[in-house]
């Protein structure tokens, strides 16, 4: 009678967790990543890139298409970037981190960069990014904002302060939205 408990229990067991897999949803996005649907869609920009410790001025044009990635919590953008130093093709991923409440971007390019930003903010129109990094073995922090000016159209601001110096604009320009 042990013997023939055991089989019972040894046949219900796998098919009761079966069932209760395909039952379990996947998880949803909240609210703040239906924040990144705006950057979904093909984008056109052009802007300048200001003379400073980081590169030389000049006029900056670029394009990029951004799509919701599998599951939806991650905005994926892929696109190129022409200015002083050339072309360079990149690829960005934007995130909401729900641990730290807080925006992520990892973005890596053809010029062989790679960075991590995160804890930015979007409030209202206006998404921000602060970091920290070395410029020339020197402290620097840098500022990225965007306004959000309208469904098809932002502005764009980069800002850096090496050491303790008053904050710098090194690049700024207009995106908008082609389809």
Request: one cysteine or more; a positive charge; hydrophobic letters at 35%.
């Amino acid at each position: 009678m042990t013997k023939l408990l055991s089989i019972i229990l040894l046949l219900l067991v796998p098919s009761h967790a079966f069932g209760q897999a395909q039952t379990a949803q996947p998880p949803k996005p909240g609210p703040e990543v239906q924040e990144l649907a705006y950057y979904v869609g093909t984008w056109k920009g052009e802007g300048e890139a200001k003379a400073s410790p980081f590169g030389s001025g000049g006029k900056l044009s670029s394009s990029q298409t951004c799509e919701w990635f599998a599951g939806g919590f991650h905005v994926v953008c892929r696109g190129d970037e022409t200015g002083p130093s050339g072309k360079r093709t990149f690829l960005n991923i934007m995130a909401y981190d729900a641990e730290t409440k807080g925006y992520t971007e990892y973005g890596i390019s053809s010029f062989g960069e790679s960075e991590y930003n995160k804890g930015g903010s979007i409030v209202g129109n206006k998404r921000m990014f602060l970091w920290d990094a070395d410029a020339g073995g020197k402290p620097a922090k840098f500022r990225y904002t965007e306004v959000h000016v309208s469904p098809m159209l932002y502005t764009y601001k980069a800002e850096a302060s090496v050491g303790n110096e008053a904050w710098t604009v090194i690049g700024e320009g207009k995106i908008k939205k082609v389809k």
